[in-house]
Each structure stands twice: as structure tokens, then as C-alpha cells.
């Protein structure tokens, strides 16, 4: 009797919790996102451990349609969404060439296969060398290891049907699916230039309504707090950023649904001599 309880004590955790998605739920995981499908979320409750298991298995079969990793997404980086996720914290996905090809300006047809896209406020950020895997927490140290800051819109699709948590979040990859860039602004490794990523202001334009106004900190502080949470976060998996890898600093305000017919515009003002922006137009 006293085996069988301690067999039962040691089994029920595990038995309790779900494990790594398999390579079938995570191929009809991948089918879904790229077809427009509604995804069923995997079987659960996941463990953030079995989230970031499924996304990693998840990322080369998105890869055959969305194009080769370019980088990555940080999500999660206001204290707003945090919340709406249930997270203490940032989570991460991958990007892709799709993610970043289309210029400012860019028409896009709303598909069947782009079903439920959104519309969200972002910075993106490229890598000059891998001395940013050592700059630290300093937003000037972090900047001598950029080249470029790029006006982004991100047009992410999350497709997963139900409750959404970070785990399930993090399993999706994070929603990333495409996007729109604007013209690079030059890095400039100074207090200044890392005060202004800061205290720039950036609104958010649905056909000239305003869906958001607010600072650069509103990103864990200070943009570049996102590289240094990547670098850590990546690092506990041995991984590393390398010269060329575009970064998504976090969501400036929550996304909206794409809608055709509407133009959306976003506005940074502070960050260069003259305020700098993006737009996107649907069909």
C-alpha cells in the first residue's frame, strides 16, 4: 500500500501538467497559421518550459511559407499586456523575411490566409555586431552595438481560438506573421540619442482617428530594455544574437484588427530632427 501511494505521489505531477506539444499537434499548429485556419491551442495547461518547446518546433515548419528567420520579436513589453496575459514579464518570438519586406506605404489584401490580422504600434532595431551578447543593462553600451532604428507596424496574427495565456502566446510564436518598415534612422551611440528612443512620443492613427499617444518608456522603461531582456533570456538557451538580426522592441499600445479600407499611421516625434513615420493601407 505505502508503494502504491508513493508511486501515485511521484506520478501525479507530471500526470497534472502537459508536456512538450508532439510533432503532429504541432504540424497542424503550423498548417493553421499559414492557411488563415482557425488553430486549436495545444492541449494543456502548458508550462511556459512546453511553450517555448512548441514555438521552437514550431518556428521551421512557419519558416517553408513565412521565409527564413530574420530575428526577433519581443512581446509582452508593457506592463498592460503583461497583465492581459497573465506574464511577470517579456516573452519572445521569431521573425521572419515576411516579417519585415514590405515597405512603408505597402498595400495589403486581406486574404482568407491572413484572417485575423491585426494592426500594432513597434520599433524594430538591427544588430551591427555581437558585442551587444556582453553590453549590459546601458542603453548607450547597448547602442554601440546597433546600426539602425526602424519605424516598424507590425501586422501580427495570433489564429489560436480561445482563452489566451502567455504560455499559449509564447506557443503561437507570438503572434508574428508580417509587417510594414519605414526608413532606417542612423544609430547614434550617445546619452542623447538613448534619451530621446525614450522620451520620443508615438501616436498611432486609424484614418487620421488617434488610437494612441504615448512616450517610448512605456516600453519596460526605455526601449532597449528589451535587448537586454532578450540577450539574457536567449543566453539561458545558449543562443546569441549575431550581426543582422532584426529585433522587434514590444508594442507600443494593444493591436487593432485590420480593417479594408482604412490607412494606418505611426508618428514618432522627438526621436529624429523631424518626426518620422510608417503607414499601411488595407483591401
Avoid at 505531477?13 to 503550423?30: F, I, K, L, N, Y
Avoid at 539602425?148 to 489564429?159: C, D, F, K, N
Avoid at 544609430?187 to 538613448?194: L, M, S
Avoid at 514618432?268 to 518620422?276: D, F, I, K, N, R
Wanted: hydrophobic share 45%; glycine share 10%.
Amino acid at each position: 500500500m505505502r508503494r502504491w501511494m508513493l508511486a501515485c505521489a511521484l506520478l501525479a505531477p507530471a500526470a497534472a501538467g502537459a508536456a512538450c506539444p508532439d510533432t503532429e499537434q504541432v504540424a497542424r499548429m503550423a498548417e493553421a497559421l499559414t492557411s488563415g485556419q482557425p488553430a486549436q491551442p495545444f492541449p494543456g495547461p502548458l508550462s511556459m518550459a512546453d511553450a517555448e518547446c512548441a514555438r521552437d518546433k514550431l518556428v521551421p515548419l512557419l519558416a517553408r511559407s513565412f521565409g527564413q528567420p530574420v530575428g526577433y520579436k519581443v512581446g509582452a513589453a508593457s506592463q498592460a499586456v503583461q497583465q492581459r496575459f497573465g506574464l511577470s514579464g517579456p516573452v519572445y518570438g521569431v521573425l521572419f523575411d515576411t516579417s519585415i519586406e514590405r515597405k512603408s506605404g505597402a498595400t495589403v489584401q486581406l486574404t482568407p490566409q491572413l484572417a485575423g490580422l491585426g494592426v500594432e504600434a513597434d520599433l524594430l532595431v538591427r544588430v551591427k555586431d555581437e558585442g551587444i551578447n556582453t553590453a549590459g543593462r546601458d542603453p548607450v553600451a547597448i547602442l554601440r552595438h546597433l546600426d539602425q532604428v526602424i519605424p516598424y507596424i507590425e501586422l501580427p496574427r495570433g489564429g489560436v481560438t480561445g482563452p489566451m495565456d502567455g504560455p499559449t502566446l509564447v506557443a503561437g510564436n507570438v503572434s508574428a506573421r508580417l509587417g510594414v518598415v519605414g526608413e532606417p534612422i542612423p544609430v547614434q551611440a550617445t546619452p542623447e540619442f538613448a534619451a530621446r528612443l525614450a522620451s520620443m512620443t508615438v501616436t498611432f492613427l486609424d484614418n487620421d482617428r488617434e488610437l494612441a499617444r504615448v512616450p517610448g518608456s512605456v516600453l519596460l522603461g526605455h526601449p532597449l530594455n528589451a535587448i537586454a531582456w532578450l540577450v539574457d533570456d536567449l543566453a539561458k538557451s545558449g543562443k546569441r544574437l549575431k550581426a543582422g538580426d532584426i529585433v522587434s522592441l514590444g508594442g507600443f499600445a494593444p493591436a487593432v484588427p485590420a480593417q479594408a479600407g482604412h490607412v494606418y499611421t505611426q508618428r514618432y516625434e522627438g526621436l529624429a530632427a523631424q518626426p518620422v513615420s510608417v503607414e499601411v493601407r488595407f483591401q
